[in-house]
Nanobody, 123 residues
Framework: QVQLAESGGGSVQAGDSLRLSCAAS????????MGWFRQAPGKEREFVAH????????YYADSVKGRFTISRDNVKSTVFLQMNSLKPEDTAVYYC????????????????WGQGTQVTVSS
């Protein structure tokens, strides 16, 4: 069982950078694969990035590839999302999630979710 809490969101201009953090509490963080999803107003939850339990393997949505980087620190039980070259279309609430099994790009594969942090990018 893990509890997740996102932080680091804010309002920025296009081209700026933000780093989101997701702090985990409870036992077993290092055993979970982790993902970041986002949800814009009126839209479905969208896959952003995934990282396996050790941090050796990552996968990104095409829309963020080359701009975003997911990483994790298992000693500190934290996962990060570094977001560079932000665009207005990146505006959304960003959620971190922990996955036991399943397809990593599907939100239904994740059993634990944070409450989200707002990212707003203006042009």
């Amino acid at each position: 069982q893990v509890q997740l809490a996102e932080s680091g969101g804010g309002s920025v201009q296009a081209g700026d950078s933000l780093r989101l953090s997701c702090a985990a509490s409870g036992r077993g963080f290092s055993g979970y694969a982790m993902g970041w999803f986002r949800q814009a107003p009126g839209k479905e939850r969208e896959f952003v990035a995934h990282i396996n339990w050790s941090g050796a393997n990552t996968y990104y949505a095409d829309s963020v590839k080359g701009r975003f980087t997911i990483s994790r620190d298992n000693v500190k039980s934290t996962v990060f999302l570094q977001m560079n070259s932000l665009k207005p279309e990146d505006t959304a609430v960003y959620y971190c999630a922990a996955r036991d099994s399943g397809i990593p790009t599907l939100w239904s594969s994740y059993g634990y979710w944070g409450q989200g942090t707002q990212v707003t990018v203006s042009s």
